[in-house]
């Protein structure tokens, strides 16, 4: 909305910064809520991943404890060193490991020298298996104890599993003890720890530090996916944990499903809150813009009023006197010449006596009117009261001879429009106007002292028509 005066109302620009500030913030409160969600995902992908290694860490020591346990166990003990040569104690120990280990998917004894003892898995042993189980015995022979063995899952096709080994001694002999547990262990124990939608894997510590060895899915072979993490995903991962004496690490990476879920939810709700605050701001402000106007208008009227003479519409003498001022100031700085042509209506009072007040103000009215039909656009035409008028002619030139010849056309040029009928109700009344003409060369005079001059100019004008009408009439 423009103000009077040309510029915007503070209003307008209120309203405007309200709404810069106000969508300023709900861009930041959307963009806060989606760094807080990212945050609060990477404190839960870091959560996801401490418990998914403090389960596998739980199943690997459960196991390791329960070794410990067999060891210490007097029958196995007794009985373990006749486990090569007799098949009922073979049966008996096969039985008790049974209690001690339900979810046991084979097991062996392996000499000091990496050979096999006894046990079910001679036949699924595979060359890793042999090369790790002898590495163990050497190092168990040799009293290494910095060489311990580290589990991670064999790519046994059909049956993926991981190994445990415990050392034991039989008759101060020393034996590994070496079991197998099918990969599905580590895969239950993902999902029994799940507690995010973000993806986790089971991963190697080795060289291949990019295989997936378990994941929500299953273990590796019944993968849909490829076994190894894409560059995008490496950039995704939200955190990782190694597992503690294993080859193993637990890798969290972002859904990016689950983001995009939420990014666009939040951008919906964005653009509705943005909607809605809109409409309410585009409500409040065409409700602002109207009482603006309303009081807009009502002080433009008060200033109309102010300055302007009520039946006429003309200036008044407050406002004309204001205007002179500047036109002496513009002479003093700028010696621009200003006139002004001080007018009385002839005749006047005769038909405010025959025919009332009423028909005298619609005289006035109309001499108003014809005032300012003949003025230019930067003259000023006030009443000072009663049937006296005056006009100030601004910028008629800054060569003096020049202003009086351009005040003088001026006079004529209204005397003879001021001097036409005035038709009320078909009935013409003959009005003229005594007009007294000043230019203003004077910057130190007051603004009383030219309109007093300029008044005695217009009575001289005016006795000067009583006299041509008397010599008229002696004619």
Known sequence: MISPKGGYSSFSIIMVLFFVAVSSLLGWRAHSIVSQFEDYQKDLALKQAKATEHGVTSLLDSIRNRMVAVALDQFFMVNI????????????????????????YVFSLVSEHGDLVGGDIDFLMGEVCKLETKIQADALRNKDSNTQYLPHIH?????????????????KNPIIFFMSFKAELLHKVLLEQRVSANDVYLMTTTDKED??????????????????????????????????????????ISNPELFQNFKHKQMIDSILLFVGFACLWVL???????????????????????????????????????NIKTAIEDLRHLQEYSGLLFMDLNNFKPINDDFGHEEGDKILKMFGTRLKDSSRNNDLVARLGGDEFVVLLRHLGKDENQAYIHLTEAAHRFNENLAKPYIIDD??????????????????????????????????AKESAKLKAVDKEAV
């Open 155 to 171: 790519a046994t096709p059909g049956a993926f599993h991981f190994d445990m080994m415990f050392p034991v001694y039989v008759d």
């Open 81 to 104: 060193r006749h486990f090569e040569t007799d098949n009922a104690v073979q049966d008996k120990i096969t039985a008790r490991l049974k209690h001690y280990f339900p979810d046991m």
């Open 211 to 252: 295989l997936i060895e378990v994941s929500y899915e299953g273990v590796r072979d019944h993968l849909s996916r490829d076994y190894f993490l894409s560059a995008s995903e490496r950039e995704d991962i939200l955190a990782s944990v190694n597992v503690p004496n294993s080859r193993w690490k637990v890798v969290v």
């Open 427 to 460: 009935y013409v009344h003959h009005v003229t106007a005594s007009i007294g003409s000043l230019l203003i060369t004077d910057v130190s005079i007051s603004v009383d002292d030219v309109l007093k001059e300029a008044d005695n100019l217009m009575y001289r």
């Open 284 to 322: 409040l402000f065409m409700m602002g813009i109207q009482n603006e106007s309303k009081r807009s208008k009502l002080l433009d009227q008060l200033d109309f009023t102010a300055h302007h003479d009520f039946l006429t519409g003309t200036a008044n003498r407050r406002y004309l006197v204001k």
